[in-house]
């Protein structure tokens, strides 16, 4: 279990640097429910992890437990290698970690400006410092290419659904995110939309930001993932890069939680083994 890195010179294949958040033994019950059983995962600095699996997987919770809204029944999770503990939304924005919620939680009657700096205004002789946020957040979704949007001025009410998942990837950014959490970003969207949110994650991974996106869709998956996880009734059975997939072993993985042996995932037993 605990076979992570730690004190071995050089020899794992991802650098424990780029290890932004390592989950190690997640487990998280409901009652009877288990929810998620001792997962392992690690997620990478600029990479694009894809979660997947059935519903009721665990997915959510998962995440949840990442961005402080439940707390796990046992397991540790470790931010840059220092193990932590996230107890609220807060405690996971102060550490860097932003969640992007299919409903997104951002306000209607306020417009982009409003809505990027929601809880955290700039402040300018005791006023709001309307021209530099106006400015920033011009800048911000500028820097990431979203260019559909005509009015930062605009309320988000009247923002079609691609535009409005922009907004809060930018709120994510411009407050420095190291890790964006997005929980089903285009399960509402068109075609064109899916393609400008899936555009805008592959330019947060480029940025050096690590992205996990909860996803149904595999050919969304395939399309921005670099790495693959999967879960089974609470359980990782399977996490690794991309290209060892193809779209019929991850809906074998998804519906049946198959795998070939039956180690540990996310390579622990391989660490264990690669000493000699
Ligand atoms: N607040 C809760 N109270 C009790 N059980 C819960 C709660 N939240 C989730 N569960 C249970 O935990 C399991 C995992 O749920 P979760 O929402 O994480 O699944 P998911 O993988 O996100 O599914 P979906 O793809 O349908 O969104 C399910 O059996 C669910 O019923
Ligand atoms: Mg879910």
């Not at 957040?137 to 009247?158: E, F, I, N």
């Not at 290209?243 to 037993?269: C, F, H, M």
Request: charged share 20%; aromatic share 2%.
């Amino acid at each position: 279990m605990t076979v992570v890195a730690e004190g071995r010179p050089g020899g794992a294949t991802v650098a424990e640097g780029d290890l932004l958040l390592q989950l190690r033994g997640i487990s998280k019950n409901f009652g009877a429910v288990e929810a998620l059983r001792h997962v392992d995962l690690d997620i990478p600095a600029g990479k694009v992890t894809a979660l997947v699996g059935d519903n009721g997987a665990g997915k959510s919770t998962l995440i949840k437990t990442v961005a402080g809204i439940w707390a796990p029944t046992s397991g540790e999770i470790r931010w840059k290698g220092t193990p932590v503990t996230i107890r609220t939304p807060r405690e996971a924005d102060a550490l860097g970690i932003a969640t992007v919620y299919q409903d997104l939680a951002l306000c209607d009657n306020l417009d982009i400006v409003q809505n990027m700096y929601l809880g955290h205004e700039l402040l300018s002789h005791r006023l709001l410092d309307e021209t530099q946020m106006e400015l920033s957040a011009k800048q911000t979704l500028a820097d990431l290419s979203v260019t559909t949007v005509q009015s930062v001025r605009q309320p988000v009410g009247s923002l079609s659904g691609g535009q409005r998942q922009s907004v809060a990837v930018a709120r994510a950014v411009m407050r420095d995110a190291q890790l964006v959490i997005m929980d089903e970003p285009t399960a509402a969207l068109g075609v064109s939309q899916t393609a400008q949110v899936l555009d805008l994650i592959k330019r947060l991974a480029e940025r050096g930001i690590a992205v996990i996106v909860i996803s149904h869709n595999l050919s969304d998956v395939f399309a921005v993932a670099d790495r693959l996880a999967v879960l089974y009734l609470g359980r990782l059975v399977e996490a690794g890069p991309i290209d060892a997939y193809d779209t019929q072993r991850a809906v074998e993985l998804i519906t049946t939680g198959s795998k070939n042996g039956g180690v540990s995932p996310n390579g622990g037993d391989a660490v264990s083994g690669a000493g000699a």
